[in-house]
Structures are given as structure tokens and as C-alpha cells.
């Protein structure tokens, strides 16, 4: 039954159709009493189905970063995309006495590394990989303040620090089984403000119970130990997920910057074609390091520090000499987008 053919008030009431144009022998009627409110029913329904559509398309959408060069999804914006399948050329190291750093496309603030320590491989679910090899002498060129007992092979993208503001990060990393447990291992490092340390970190430790990817921070107003380490208000090692070797392990990791105790940090982590599980949460905490130490000062407004770094790649040490074992990871490359529903979208 056409639904506009139903009773109003008196009399049976006819189609649309033919209350408007006339009967079907072409016939124009006088329009009866009931016109005006038929007509005004179709246009509240009409008006409503206009607002209903509009709100359904704008709802779950962010406004894109102005200064953002990536990609929109339909949840939100890809900031950075550093995914070693959008990389064309092999990478190679930075030579520091002419200043020499080979990448296409330009993708990356800083290739940090020597020895060709991090290079492209083939991979049959993200394209390609970042593979990374670090041993002896294997250094960040640009970090001579580090000790010869680290060693260090990185990708490094400076941005704005992003105070006050969320950002959430998508990588995948493989360890090999010949992995041989350094006493502290950096994998990803975020909003790095070569202040104290990581200010927040993936990593991996080995413990009693296990091999673990970890969390770390060194956050929050700083203070040197007794050690001499400058410990942020905020400084722990927690782990997260077991490390399962010659297999990929995916993460999400969301970042509210602050340097008070509105910041947050996230974790999702989900092996590849697995469900995600929510595998770590801090709130209520700073995120970003702030006070004085050997490399300088930082206020806590940030107000001298607009920019910040993120790291991908393996930095380890803790050894007692410069003779330590060469370690070998692999990475999908690093995304940061404005949503935790678009991080999650950069990995297949």
C-alpha cells in the first residue's frame, strides 16, 4: 500500500502522485482541505532525512592538521607516514663529513646511522621492512655524546611537540630468534626531546619470567640520581607483550603530550590478522621531560622547544665494555595519525 494513500481526518486519501497532477484521465482536481497538510508532512520528512544524512557524514570525522601533508582517512588524518613500502631507493648511511643521506622519496628527518646498518627488505604482509643490524661501532653519527658500549641504528622525523594534543603511532616489529638480550633495547622512540633519556619508548627486556616488548618513560620535572641519571617525576620499565620470535608483533600506541599530569599513554597490540587487545594504559601523568640537565634546559610550556623527534630503528646497550653482540630487528616503519581508528588502518 502507497503510504501517502492512508486516512486523513475525513475521507479516504489518494497518492500523492495523483492528489497533485489529477486523475488518471488527465483531469486537474481542486485541491481538497487536507492538501496544505499533506504537502507539509512531506517536507518535514524530507527536512529531517536532509539533517539525519548531513550529521551521519560528519560524525567520527576530524578536521585535518593544517600542517599535515599526509593522507585523510575517512576517521581522521595520517600526519606521517615512514612505512618502509612507500620507500623506492635502498637506504643509505649519512656521511657526516659531507653531509650525504640517501632516501627516495625524502621521507625522513635523519638517517642515523652508519655501516649501512638499516636497509629495505622484501616483506609477503607489509611490502617491505625495514631490516636493522647493529653491532660494535654501529652508531648514530649525529649523537657523539653517546658511549661506545651503545649501539644504535635509527630513523629519525622531527614535528611539532604537539603539546596538549593526542597522537596515535602504528608499527610492526619482528625479533629474530638469535636475538641475544641486551640489558636495554629502544625500538621506537617518541616525542624525544634529547633532554633525559626516552620520554616515551617501545622496547624490549628480558627478564626472570621472560622477553617482553616493553613500555618505558622519563617524563615529568627532572632530577639527577645518585648515579648521575636524570630521573623524570615519571621514569618505569613496564612490560607489555611477550615477545614471540620469527613472528610480528603490531602496536598501536596513543600519546596525550603533556608535561603536567594531563598526558596519557596507550598500547594496542595484536598479532598480524588477530583482534586488537588493549595491552597498556597510563593516565594522569606527563609525557614530556622538562627541567634542567647536562644537554640543556627545558621549560615546562615548552615554550623553547616548538619541535621534538621520533625514532624508529634499535638502539641498545648497558654492557661494561664496547664488545657486544651484533642484534638484528625488523620493522614495518612507523605512521602517526589523529585517531586511534586510522593508526590502526596503516596496518594491513
Request: net charge positive; hydrophobic share 35%.
Amino acid at each position: 500500500m502507497n503510504p501517502y494513500s492512508k486516512k486523513l481526518g475525513a475521507g479516504i486519501g489518494r497518492p500523492l502522485s495523483w492528489v497533485l497532477e489529477g486523475d488518471r484521465r488527465g483531469r486537474c482536481r481542486t485541491p481538497r482541505a487536507r492538501l496544505p497538510v499533506q504537502a507539509l508532512l512531506i517536507v518535514l520528512i524530507l527536512a529531517t532525512f536532509a539533517v539525519a544524512t548531513a550529521a551521519s557524514l560528519t560524525r567520527g570525522q576530524s578536521a585535518p592538521d593544517a600542517s599535515s601533508t599526509a593522507s585523510a582517512s575517512s576517521t581522521g588524518t595520517v600526519y606521517f607516514d615512514g612505512r618502509a613500502k612507500n620507500m623506492n631507493e635502498h637506504m643509505t648511511p649519512g656521511d657526516t663529513s659531507a653531509i650525504k643521506q640517501g632516501q627516495a622519496p625524502n621521507t625522513w628527518t635523519c638517517i642515523c646511522f652508519n655501516h649501512n646498518s638499516m636497509s629495505l627488505v622484501a616483506d609477503s604482509r607489509y611490502g617491505k621492512a625495514y631490516k636493522n643490524v647493529v653491532g660494535p661501532s654501529d652508531t648514530n653519527p649525529w649523537n657523539g655524546a653517546a658511549p661506545a658500549t651503545n649501539g644504535a641504528g635509527q630513523l629519525s622525523r622531527r614535528r611539532d611537540n604537539d603539546l596538549g594534543k593526542w597522537d596515535w603511532y602504528a608499527i610492526a616489529v619482528k625479533v629474530p630468534s638469535s636475538w641475544q638480550h641486551p640489558p636495554w633495547t629502544s625500538l621506537v622512540s617518541l616525542g624525544y626531546e634529547t633532554l633525559a633519556s626516552d620520554q616515551v619508548a617501545l622496547g624490549i627486556k628480558t627478564t626472570a619470567s621472560g622477553t617482553y616488548f616493553t613500555m618505558h618513560q622519563n617524563s615529568g620535572l627532572v632530577s639527577k640520581t645518585s648515579t648521575g641519571f636524570y630521573a623524570g617525576a615519571v621514569s618505569y620499565v613496564a612490560s607489555v607483550v611477550p615477545v614471540t620470535y620469527d613472528a610480528w608483533q603490531e602496536f598501536v600506541i596513543g600519546v596525550k603530550w603533556a608535561t603536567d599530569n594531563t598526558g596519557a599513554v596507550e598500547v594496542y597490540s595484536r598479532t598480524p590478522g588477530s583482534r586488537w587487545q588493549h595491552a597498556f594504559e597510563k593516565r594522569n601523568e606527563p609525557t614530556y621531560a622538562y627541567g634542567t640537565t647536562s644537554y640543556g634546559t627545558i621549560d615546562a610550556d615548552l615554550s623553547r622547544t616548538p619541535t621534538v623527534i621520533d625514532k624508529i630503528g634499535l638502539y641498545f646497550g648497558g654492557y661494561s665494555t664496547p664488545r657486544f653482540p651484533t642484534e638484528t630487528v625488523y620493522e614495518s616503519g612507523l605512521t602517526r595519525s589523529s585517531t586511534l581508528a586510522t593508526a590502526k588502518s596503516t596496518l594491513p
